[in-house]
């Protein structure tokens, strides 16, 4: 898949072999059967060309990607604490990233929820503090949005990912060994 990836466009088995021989040596055969595993798991599709096949992504890279992380995310039995853990281990590019990719889908960037006030004389100085407690409360609840399983991100659904691939079956691009 990463050949496919890579080029963008639909390839052939003897361009991935040349390109593959590159590296190693390797037989055209077992290319062309990895190449009909991919077709034959919705990875890829294929065209007829002469007595060849031209084969094109499904899906994209990064979608691909996508689909692999929106999976795990749901899978957690705490999605929140999921989130604070993932964002934990980025590095500061990769939260750049996420920044860049936040203001590309433009989400409304939302200030703390306002707290009502009370009713004017039922507060004293206890009233207050629950009423800070409150607004802490409701903004932490917006750190608990994530959508529910079953309602997704809003992204399409890349054919051909670990969603409809058993890892045994298929694996995540780089375990394949390059194809």
Do not use: C
């Not at 003897?14 to 990875?43: C, F, P």
């Not at 529910?148 to 780089?174: D, F, H, M, R």
Request: charged residues 25%; aromatic residues 6%.
């Amino acid at each position: 898949m990463t050949r496919v990836w890579k080029w963008n466009r639909p390839v052939t088995v003897r361009e991935v072999l040349e390109d593959l021989q590159q590296e190693r040596s390797i037989a055209y055969t077992t290319v062309m059967t990895v190449m009909d595993n991919l077709y034959q798991k919705g990875w890829v599709r294929r065209e007829a060309e002469g007595r060849a096949y031209r084969y094109a992504a499904v899906s994209t890279r990064a979608a691909y990607a996508a689909a692999l992380m929106n999976e795990a995310w749901q899978r957690s039995d705490n999605q929140a604490a999921a989130l604070v853990a993932f964002f934990g281990m980025m590095s500061p590019e990769q939260r750049d990233a996420l920044g860049d990719a936040m203001r590309v889908i433009q989400l409304p960037a939302e200030g703390p929820r306002e707290v009502p006030a009370p009713p004017e004389g039922a507060e004293g100085a206890e009233g207050a503090e629950e009423s800070e407690g409150a607004a802490e409360a409701a903004t932490a609840g917006e750190a608990q949005g994530p959508p529910e399983p079953g309602q997704g991100s809003g992204a399409p659904s890349a054919p051909g990912t670990a969603a409809e691939l058993p890892e045994s079956e298929g694996g995540a691009p780089g375990a394949d060994g390059g194809r």
